[in-house]
């Protein structure tokens, strides 16, 4: 059974700062993985999307990065700002299945 | 991008009747829809997936004649929660992709209160 792990649960940082968020899977047998972020109150909003093929995908200040051997995947925020405080969800979708299996989140909280 | 619209995004409703959530795909055609619910600080909970034309496949636990799916179309799918009692206050929030290669898009969730 495929479980997805994001750590940390919280981060704080400061205005300005690069920041890694972290996600690792247990089943490398991956079609492709999706970040999310969530606002309080909200849905889900899709930030990259990765295929298995692929290593890493780009997409202004963000970027991420997928090692599907190991079951890693990284998501890099550059330049943080304020207005990219929420919760950061990371999703694998299974080869052969319709169902995404979503990590607990990383809160982020970005400080000005 | 795509969007996915959902309505109402709350509702506060009495013990014993019947909701209706709307969610539709404005700009693509949504061959698949999933429901899910989210409790407070919790991370989704998938309910059900459904694809246009057939009927919902329900997640093991969950009563598919109190949480009733329709798909009717590419763009739509319903969820009406019938009977709804106090413990089926919840976010619900309905997402939707045109194919497993494309993102998966959701709406903004509706906050379901019954009293």
């Known amino acids: 059974k495929q479980e997805v792990t994001q750590i940390p649960a919280a981060l704080s940082v400061p205005e300005g700062e690069n920041l890694v968020l972290n996600c690792s899977f247990t089943d490398s047998a991956i079609y492709n993985l999706q970040w999310f972020r969530q606002d309080p109150g909200k849905g889900l909003t899709s930030l990259l999307l990765i295929q298995s093929s692929q290593r890493e995908q780009t997409s202004g200040r963000l970027n991420a990065s997928l090692d599907k051997s190991s079951g890693r995947s990284t998501l890099y925020i550059a330049a943080s700002q304020p207005g990219d405080s929420a919760t950061y969800l990371c999703a694998v979708l299974q080869g052969g299945s319709e169902k995404l299996v979503f990590g607990k989140g990383t809160k982020l909280t970005v400080n000005p | 991008g795509a969007v996915v619209s959902q309505h109402p995004s709350w509702v506060i409703c009495k013990s014993g009747t019947s909701v209706k959530i709307e969610c539709r795909s404005l700009?693509?055609?949504?061959?698949?829809m999933f429901w899910y619910r989210q409790f407070p600080k919790q991370s989704l909970m998938l309910m059900a997936t459904?694809?246009?034309?057939?009927?919902?496949?329900?997640e093991q636990g969950v009563e598919k004649d109190k949480f009733l799916i329709n798909h009717a179309s590419l763009t739509l799918s319903t969820l009406t929660v019938t009977s709804a009692h106090p413990e089926d206050s919840s976010f619900y929030i309905c997402?939707?992709?045109?194919?497993?290669?494309?993102?998966?898009?959701f709406g903004n969730g509706t906050r379901l209160t019954v009293t």
């Open positions: 700009d693509f055609q949504a061959t698949t």
């Open positions: 997402s939707a992709w045109d194919s497993r290669d494309s993102p998966l898009h």
């Open positions: 459904s694809n246009e034309g057939s009927k919902a496949t329900y």
